[in-house]
């Protein structure tokens, strides 16, 4: 079992930043993918970033490239997402992920079998 939790979240005027965090606990975490995915209100939850186990693969949404930048460090077992240039559609409740050991660079959520509870992100225009 794997448990997962952030924080971070906020209100934040738009061209602000954020920093989110994600804290993992369990077996085998230096071996899983985690992502960041994100549901805004009325919407389907998507994708946003992952960063696999191995070292510098990492896979972005075009919506934020330029703009988030994610990393872990496995020796505090955590995944933050660092949001910059923030604009109001990204606005939603951020949820970071884990795939099961030895997982791929997956941008479906399907693939990810653990979830934390999400952190609210409100982007003021």
């Known amino acids: 079992q794997v448990q997962l939790v952030e924080s971070g979240g906020g209100l934040v005027q738009s061209g602000g930043s954020l920093r989110l965090s994600c804290v993992a606990s369990g077996r085998g975490l230096g071996t899983r993918t985690i992502g960041w995915f994100r549901q805004a209100p009325g919407k389907e939850r998507e994708f946003v970033a992952a960063?696999?186990?191995?070292?510098?693969?990492?896979d972005q949404a075009e919506s934020v490239k330029g703009r988030f930048t994610i990393s872990r460090d496995n020796t505090k077992n955590t995944v933050d997402l660092q949001m910059n240039s923030l604009k109001p559609e990204d606005t939603a409740v951020y949820y970071c992920a884990a795939t099961s050991p030895l997982g791929g660079l997956y941008s479906s959520s399907s693939l990810y079998p653990y979830w934390g509870q999400g952190t609210q992100v409100t982007v003021s225009s």
């Open positions: 960063i696999n186990w191995r070292p510098g693969s990492i």
